[in-house]
């Protein structure tokens, strides 16, 4: 099974729920591998501090990276997909033939807001393109918004629950990422997830309720 995490505008956490989600699966004991197709390779640079960590006796477990940069490579992927893989694809801040592609063979996509106005504004044009691949498949794949990188005083969501509702193509997942020190930190002591960072943080709370959601999703592709 294969989903997406993508947004055209840069910055709204793709990356880095693609990271988390990875390595959360991966403590699961499941198979999993991220396929990374934003040309500045984010999760390979990430997976390198990881593997640098893992060779100084860190007791974490490697995680598959790839790093995809072309249609060719990413189709590859696709088409030896199965049940018994979950593939992330973490797709680059920008509209391009990978990100088209990365939509069209996702079994869902997952697109996150931040509460930044570019982020926010730049969702209309994410769904136009979303709607161009509809067409080009004949099929409206899922997609969820998760709010990201919310302040954790932000309780008014009106004006992106209204975007979100006007735009009338997304479901909305109920788990809220807020802002948390923790994503950057552990990743600044060797690639880590923020739940094997500080497993009693906020983060890690509430992060693992997002991971609990998606694995529901995986479970209902996988089932039918
Ligand atoms: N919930 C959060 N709390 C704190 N920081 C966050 C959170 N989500 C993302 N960030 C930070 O925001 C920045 C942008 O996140 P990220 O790189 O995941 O975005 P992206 O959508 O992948 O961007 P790009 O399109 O440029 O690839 C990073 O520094 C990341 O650590
Ligand atoms: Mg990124």
């Not at 947004?7 to 793709?14: E, F, M, N, P, V």
């Not at 072309?70 to 049940?83: I, P």
């Not at 694809?89 to 570019?118: C, H, Q």
């Amino acid at each position: 099974m294969i989903f997406s995490l993508a947004h055209q505008k840069g910055g709204s956490g793709k990356s880095t729920i693609a990271w988390e989600l990875a390595i959360n699966f991966l403590n699961k004991g499941k198979n999993v591998r991220i396929l990374d197709c934003d040309i500045q390779h984010t999760c390979i640079a990430t997976n390198l501090m990881r593997n640098g960590a893992i060779s100084e006796g860190a007791s974490i477990m490697p995680l598959d990276v790839r790093a995809i940069d072309s249609a060719k490579g990413l189709a590859s992927f696709a088409n030896n997909d199965s049940d018994d893989i979950i593939q992330i694809i973490d797709v680059g801040g920008y509209d391009d033939g990978l990100m088209r592609l990365a939509l069209a063979i996702s079994d869902f996509v997952i697109t996150p807001l931040s509460y930044d106005y570019r982020v926010i504004a730049g969702l209309p044009t994410f769904t136009k393109a979303l709607r161009e691949v509809d067409k080009k498949i004949k099929e409206e794949t899922d997609a969820f918004i998760l709010y990201n990188n919310m302040s954790y005083q932000r309780s008014d969501f009106s004006v992106v629950n209204e975007m979100v509702k006007k735009l009338d193509r997304y479901k909305k997942l109920s788990s809220i990422l807020r802002t948390r020190a923790d994503y950057g930190n552990a990743i600044f002591a060797g690639g880590k997830s923020v739940t094997e960072y500080n497993p009693k943080g906020k983060a890690s709370e509430e992060f693992s309720a997002l991971a609990d959601e998606v694995e529901n999703l995986i479970k209902g592709v996988i089932n039918g």
